[in-house]
């Protein structure tokens, strides 16, 4: 049984993501959680004067109603200026399943029932979210193997985590150690080289190094598509 909830994620620059918010509610979202982070595109600066900038970013998660998605998306790429330069960009997920959001799930009920269950299509996605976690101070390490692989760019997330090979305590108190997340939004066909290039640059299958998975990606927005070097 194939719902229509939508995860939509957007990640736009630091301060922008309340107005996005707002217009992305009045074209039909419910809700959204910001979470907040650093990225690096191909059209920003690493360093000025030797020393390493930080392009401070935004990254919402927006949960939908599939039927929203595309006046929620225009939305948020319009107040979120994605597309220009260093401004950031958008995409969907498909959702298997949606809990905590019961309004959500009866307005799917309702529809099934008026029209039947919608079938999803088994296409190639066009773009997929390689995600990557690794300890603090790895993070510039993936960033740039995924760039050297043909990738635009990443975004940084701050964690903590701890792993079955990372059993570490101090005067009986755990240590759970930080834990970089990078997302990097590639063309399907580029997958396979950013993540051996990643896999290669952390030395991911070494105990404790990290991890990394794909999502494929429904719909990307914001995204300057010339700028891609699509083979």
Not at 13 to 38: L, M, N
Not at 51 to 74: M, R, S, Y
């Amino acid at each position: 049984m194939s719902l229509n909830h939508k995860l939509m994620i957007a990640i736009v620059k630091r301060g922008y993501s309340r107005p996005v918010i707002t217009e992305a509610k009045k074209a039909g979202a419910d809700g959204a959680t910001i979470i907040y982070g650093e990225g690096v595109g191909r059209n920003e600066k690493p360093t000025f004067l030797g020393l390493p900038l930080t392009h401070e970013k935004d990254v919402i998660f927006i949960a939908i109603d599939g039927d929203n998605e595309a006046p929620v998306a225009e939305a948020v790429s319009r107040e979120g200026k994605l597309g220009k330069s260093g401004y950031g960009l958008g995409f969907t997920v498909h959702l298997s399943k949606l809990l905590g959001v019961p309004h959500l799930t009866k307005r799917e009920d309702d529809r099934r029932k008026k029209r039947g269950e919608k079938i999803m299509e088994n296409a190639l996605p066009d773009f997929q979210l390689i995600v990557t976690i690794v300890n603090t101070g790895d993070a510039q390490k993936v960033i740039k193997a995924a760039a050297d692989a043909g990738a635009e760019g990443g975004t940084i997330l701050n964690g903590r985590g701890t792993g079955v090979n990372e059993q570490q305590t101090f005067m009986n108190f755990t240590i759970d150690p930080e834990k970089d997340m990078i997302l990097t939004l590639v063309p399907s066909s580029y997958t396979d080289k950013v993540v051996s290039s990643i896999e290669q640059a952390v030395d991911l299958n070494a105990p404790g190094r990290g991890i990394a998975f794909l999502i494929d990606v429904e719909n990307v927005f914001g995204v300057n598509h010339s700028s891609l070097n699509l083979k």
